[in-house]
């Protein structure tokens, strides 16, 4: 099975940081390069939500409005991964956050222009 695997989430208490990592997991090799890659995420009962993205050689990216300035997004061709920086954590920024590759290399905020998608990490923020 085919699938990208996030990690590094966890409890946060407001005013902190954490670092989201997303990598290939499977026996089929997912390449990340030459495509974007873009964050997501959702809580209970809530739309799924666009986070982040950021272009094939990272010299682009792209944020929504929520978190920029304090999200930061990066990647690793080498180590076919993609990072989620995430500072200054608010309560409104608990969700489970995923990753997703884009199909081109396009820095695109709707979830049907990804094609490969993780499971999810859980990030609470809560003093």
């Known amino acids: 099975q085919v699938q990208l695997v996030e990690s590094g989430g966890g409890l946060v208490q407001p005013g902190g940081s954490l670092t989201l990592s997303c990598a290939a997991s499977?026996?089929?090799?997912?390449?990340?390069?030459?495509?974007?890659m873009g964050w997501f995420r959702q809580g209970p009962g809530k739309e799924q939500e666009f986070v982040a993205t950021?272009?094939?050689?990272?010299?682009?990216?792209y944020y929504a409005d929520s978190v920029k300035g304090r999200f930061t997004i990066s990647r690793d061709n080498a180590k076919n991964s993609v990072y989620l920086h995430m500072n200054r954590l608010e309560t409104e920024d608990t969700d489970v956050y995923y990753c997703?590759?884009?199909?081109?290399?396009?820095?695109?905020?709707?979830?049907?222009?990804?094609?490969?998608w993780g499971q999810g990490t859980q990030v609470t923020v809560s003093s």
């Open positions: 499977g026996r089929t090799f997912i390449n990340f390069n030459g495509h974007a």
């Open positions: 997703a590759r884009n199909r081109e290399n396009l820095l695109q905020s709707t979830r049907e222009t990804y094609d490969y």
């Open positions: 950021i272009s094939w050689s990272g010299d682009s990216d």
